[in-house]
């Protein structure tokens, strides 16, 4: 069973920073990749980064040198370092986490930026 903890997410002013993390239950190298999504209000969710094992990771245009996905393999914790903050990263954010081709998602955290 994969359980997926999302943490460290609340409201901003614009151009400021938050880093949400993600706490697996168990290790993160048995999953095929790993990545954070996000729904904003009225829109479909959307991929904002996502990282596989030995590869580099993929970014969403709209957070290119902004946001920053890592991963602690000690603590079992994937994160999402976000900088710069726009209103319009203002959304639900979900980790997620592919294992044996499978979906798993967590429960999501609340990331609101204000004007």
């Known amino acids: 069973q994969v359980q997926l903890v999302e943490s460290g997410g609340g409201l901003v002013q614009a151009g400021g920073s938050l880093r949400l993390s993600c706490a697996a239950s168990g290790s993160i190298f048995r999953f095929n990749g790993m990545g954070w999504y996000r729904r904003a209000p009225g829109k479909q969710r959307e991929s904002v980064a996502t990282?596989?094992?030995?590869?580099?990771?993929n970014y969403a245009d709209s957070v290119k040198g902004r946001f920053t996905i890592s991963s602690d393999n000690a603590k079992n914790t994937l994160y999402l370092q976000m900088n710069s903050l726009k209103p319009e990263d203002t959304a639900v954010y979900y980790c997620h986490a592919l294992h044996n081709w499978a979906d798993y998602w967590g429960q999501g955290t609340q990331v609101t930026v204000s004007s």
């Open positions: 990282i596989t094992w030995g590869a580099s990771a």
